[in-house]
């Protein structure tokens, strides 16, 4: 149980472009997801909190306008990456809070691999 | 902020034992352990709520001495899978973000 699926898993595009990367928990609600991007060998930073029927928290330094966060529905919240430059080639992963009747904790989708040329 | 943990990287031989340490200069409510290897998702290991709780898995046992706002992770008798990036995480904010901690590169020779 508390499955992530996160689509696509690697995607190249062309500066100036617009990606959109997709988290859906499949057999559980999230009302918060949550982002992340990870630059090479580096730890997985947050960049924002996705809130259900409800505006983003970004976190400091992450600019919303150009990473434009959708939560519509309790399965499914987009990251739209705007105008991407090739400094917004990482690695982006979401992340779900779950809980079950003895514990909790996070789901983790497969991640993106974002290469922008 | 982003808890430090040590040391940065690690190598070892197949059957040797390692400590990753996890420290936070803030209070500590939880700690979740993680290792992810290169290009995917990280995978959950453990997760410790109360200071002084110690849990096992396997091979790899943590600590969380809340007092001293840290934590450890034991990886006894190490195999080649053990291989990866390791990661503590803590849990904070209404939304309860989980923050992940600079990591640990784990490398398992033969």
């Known amino acids: 149980g508390a499955v992530v699926s996160q689509h696509p898993s690697r995607v190249i595009c062309k500066s100036g472009t617009s990606v959109k990367i997709e988290c859906r928990s499949l057999?559980?609600?999230?009302?918060?997801m949550f982002w992340y991007r990870q630059f090479p060998k580096q730890s997985l930073m947050l960049m924002a909190t996705?809130?259900?029927?409800?505006?983003?928290?970004?976190e400091q330094g992450v600019e919303k306008d150009k990473f434009l966060i959708n939560h519509a529905s309790l399965t499914l919240s987009t990251l739209t990456v705007t105008s991407a430059h090739p400094e917004d080639s990482s690695f982006y992963i979401c992340?779900?809070?779950?809980?079950?009747?003895?514990?909790?904790?996070?789901?983790f989708g497969s991640g993106t691999r974002l290469t922008v040329v | 902020q982003q808890p430090v943990q040590s040391p940065q990287a690690v190598i070892l031989r197949e059957g040797e034992d390692a400590v990753i340490n996890c420290s936070s200069s803030k209070a500590l409510y939880s700690v979740h352990w993680y290792r992810q290897k290169h290009g995917e998702a990280p995978i959950f290991l453990m997760i410790?709520?109360?200071?002084?709780e110690q849990k096992g898995h396997d091979k790899i046992s943590a600590s969380f001495n809340e007092k001293k706002q840290q934590s450890s992770l034991y990886l006894t008798a190490s195999q080649l899978s053990y291989s990866g990036t390791y990661f503590c995480?803590?849990?904070?904010?209404?939304?309860?973000?989980?923050?992940f901690g600079s990591g640990t590169q784990l490398t398992v020779l033969p």
């Open positions: 995480g803590t849990v904070s904010g209404s939304a309860r973000q989980l923050t």
């Open positions: 992340s779900a809070r779950f809980q079950g009747s003895l514990n909790y904790g996070y789901t």
């Open positions: 996705s809130n259900e029927g409800s505006k983003a928290t970004y």
């Open positions: 057999d559980f609600q999230a009302t918060t």
């Open positions: 410790l709520l109360k200071g002084g």
